[in-house]
């Protein structure tokens, strides 16, 4: 059996015996007979972040046929705010390859995320999903290689609490129970996710975990293997529908939220790039090492990434989070397995040592298809919940393009000049974070740095014009001033973190 099918978590996968990348629409009507489907969903985001849902009872087999192969009408103004009402019917477009079975459905029903198209059929570019799939074209056109990407979902639970086994504060990280109270539904959240398709590497409880108002807090986070770009960011919004879904079944309460309160840790979005080859070998390794075209393309993170914050942080709250010594970045810079900066290479697979025949005597034989070198990626660590996924991606896409594109010795010397090895944070090294340029400190600075880059965000017809207009219009609508002064007042705060406490 195929190894990407043995093992898999969703139904239908099992069912039919193949990669969802070849599901065709047969087989989705195949499975739909077959089990005793009731119902099918269509499910797409739109301009806020969130999934949307049309519900179709399966009335006969004709009408499944007809909405699998013509799609349905919705209204777009009420989807994307830059669409007028006079002209804004869209077509939804089920993709077979992303169906699974509804884990919280009450009668048996079959999901899909959609495409939206427009009047003449062709793929909508206002569509954030419509731009990732733009920017990951012109990426392996320009540089012949492939973008991988995989997220870092970290959120609170919350819910009353119980004052027994008391987690030490701010000192969460793989915590176990009973100090830790929520890893029971973290791995049914993790369940969950995988039959919708997502491929998740691990879960593990995070350090943030407090007290406030006799509510526990507790920091959790669900992290993914590197995919293709477009179907991990359609797996982290299925996550966060999914966990949303399990919590209100549960009696609890989550939040993507970027901050909650003053000297706690925030909840980010990491997401992890890997650079591959067409034909399926990576590209971010070369000798052992981080190849050559890895640190060009972290080059264009850096010179990009103060305009990535239009995508990845867009809401007040968001800047509550990238302050010092919250292991948030502040400083533009890049360094090998150093948490203070904003692109961080993890420890890899690199040292050639067979660690498993170490942990385990001679007996335990490496397995010949395992590919160690595979498993090094790279992470740009600004982002935070309330980040439309598609969009990010798009604009981290457009900045690995953008150093790959760049004169190579001048994109080694941005690289070499914006490396650290040392915690920028500290008090004795400080004075090397003022050599960096900073992230923005509020949306409407992130919408300026957007504003300056509008050509190479444009370029090769990836993002439209009014898109990022519309970007930068949203960012400016929020108060500054407002902004700054919570950051000084735990009451404001907290009343503005209520007001953004379901981002994303």
């Keep these: 059996m195929d190894r990407q099918v043995a093992l898999n978590k969703n139904h239908i996968v099992e069912f039919l015996k193949k990669s969802p990348s070849e599901f065709t629409k047969h087989d989705i009507i195949n499975y739909i007979t077959e089990n005793g489907i009731e119902m099918v969903n269509f499910m797409y985001p739109a301009a806020d972040g969130r999934l949307k849902t049309l519900n179709f009872v399966i009335n006969d087999l004709a009408y499944l ?9 919705v209204d777009g103004s009420s989807l994307f705010p ?15 390859r992303t169906a699974f079975v509804d884990p919280f459905a009450a009668v048996p029903t079959v999901s899909m995320l959609c495409s939206f198209f427009d009047k003449d059929g062709n793929p909508f570019g206002g569509a954030p999903e419509q731009t990732l799939a733009k920017a990951c074209h012109a990426f392996t056109e320009v540089t012949g290689l492939v973008f991988h990407a995989m997220g870092e979902l970290e959120f609170y639970v919350i819910a009353p609490d119980p004052a027994t086994y008391p987690a030490t504060d701010q000192r969460g990280y793989h915590e176990s129970a009973p100090f830790a109270k929520f890893n029971n539904f973290r791995t049914l959240c993790m369940k969950a996710i995988a039959q919708t398709g997502g491929q998740i590497k691990y879960g593990h409880s995070e350090v943030g975990n407090f007290t406030l108002d006799g509510k526990i807090y507790e920091q959790n986070e669900i992290e993914f293997l590197p995919v293709d770009a477009a179907d991990a960011a359609d797996q982290l919004v299925l996550a966060k529908w999914a966990i949303r879904n399990l919590a209100a079944k549960e009696g609890l309460l989550v939040t993507f939220a970027p901050k909650i309160t003053v000297g706690k840790a925030g909840s980010g979005l990491h997401i992890h790039i890997r650079l591959m080859n067409p034909d399926g070998t990576t590209a971010t390794v070369e000798n052992g090492r981080l190849s050559d075209k890895a640190r060009r393309a972290i080059a264009g993170l850096m010179d990009t990434a103060h305009a990535l914050t239009a995508f990845g942080n867009t809401n007040p709250t968001s800047y509550f989070r990238l302050v010092p010594h919250q292991e948030a970045p502040t400083s533009i810079c890049w360094g090998d397995r150093n948490r203070s900066v904003l692109v961080r290479v993890p ?12 942990a385990n005597g001679e007996g335990a034989t490496p397995c010949p298809d395992v590919n160690a070198s595979i498993k090094q990626t790279f992470e740009i660590r600004s982002a935070d919940g309330s980040a439309d996924v598609y969009l990010l991606l798009a604009g981290i896409a457009v900045g690995l393009r953008h150093g790959l594109e760049m004169e190579a010795d001048k994109a080694r010397a941005l690289a070499d000049s914006t490396y650290v090895d040392i915690d920028i944070h500290k008090d004795k090294d400080a004075e090397k974070k003022f050599t960096f340029r900073s992230l923005p400190t509020n949306c409407a600075e992130s919408a300026d740095a957007l504003g300056s880059l509008e050509d190479l965000f444009t370029a090769y017809g990836v993002f439209s014009p009014e898109m990022l ?36």
Excluded at 479 to 487: G, K, N, R, V, W
């Design 65 to 73: 046929e007809t909405i699998l192969t013509l799609g349905e009408r």
């Design 82 to 96: 830059f669409i007028s009402a006079g002209s804004s019917d869209l077509y939804v477009m089920p993709r077979f």
């Design 347 to 358: 420890l890899g697979w690199t040292s050639g040592a067979d660690m498993c025949a170490a």
């Design 469 to 504: 207009a519309g970007q930068q219009a949203r960012l400016r609508t929020f108060d500054t001033a407002e902004s700054a002064a919570a950051l000084a007042d735990s009451e404001l705060m907290l009343a503005m973190v209520m007001r953004h406490f379901h981002c994303g």
